[in-house]
């Protein structure tokens, strides 16, 4: 003898499986649906030419990859030591706000200051960060 419980638990499971399938239908139709007609309709309004050569376009430098080759050697240290001088700042900072109106909360004129400071401290993080193509380590 089953119990109610069991018999709404499959009931439920069967019905959200059936919607999960039903979704993932749809959007692969659409997915395609979508890129077949976006395909043929960027040839429409061009004439049609035949040509015996290919295009050569200019080399672009590559961007500095700040994840890959010898760089994260620099930029994950520097990342952790980032984090480890900014933790102090983020703390006083989450008690005292660094932005806001003084005259209704009183606590901004020791936020702001520390906010500054922090912003001093993280600043070299920062330069060795972009050198190598990092985004900043903390986002303040």
């Given at each position: 003898?089953?119990?109610?419980?069991?018999?709404?638990?499959?009931?439920?499971?069967?019905?959200?499986?059936?919607?999960?399938?039903?979704?993932?239908?749809?959007?692969?139709?659409?997915?395609?649906?979508?890129?077949?007609?976006?395909?043929?309709?960027?040839?429409?309004?061009?004439?049609?030419?035949?040509?015996?050569?290919?295009?050569?376009?200019?080399?672009?430098?590559?961007?500095?990859?700040?994840?890959?080759?010898?760089?994260?050697?620099?930029?994950?240290?520097?990342?952790?030591?980032?984090?480890?001088?900014?933790?102090?700042?983020?703390a006083v900072n989450t008690v005292f706000p660094a932005y806001g109106d003084p005259a209704t909360n009183p606590l901004i004129f020791i936020g702001a200051p520390v906010h500054v400071i922090a912003q001093a401290v993280e600043f070299p993080f920062y330069v060795v960060g972009s050198?190598?193509?990092?985004?900043?380590?903390?986002?303040?």
């Amino acid at each position: 003898m089953q119990s109610k419980f069991l018999k709404l638990a499959v009931g439920l499971g069967a019905t959200a499986a059936a919607a999960l399938y039903g979704a993932s239908a749809a959007q692969a139709h659409e997915y395609y649906h979508h890129h077949h007609h976006h395909y043929h309709a960027a040839y429409d309004d061009r004439p049609l030419t035949v040509t015996k050569h290919h295009r050569h376009y200019a080399a672009v430098a590559a961007a500095p990859d700040p994840w890959h080759g010898p760089a994260p050697v620099i930029t994950g240290p520097n990342y952790i030591a980032a984090t480890a001088v900014s933790f102090p700042f983020r703390a006083v900072n989450t008690v005292f706000p660094a932005y806001g109106d003084p005259a209704t909360n009183p606590l901004i004129f020791i936020g702001a200051p520390v906010h500054v400071i922090a912003q001093a401290v993280e600043f070299p993080f920062y330069v060795v960060g972009s050198a190598f193509g990092a985004p900043p380590p903390v986002a303040y």
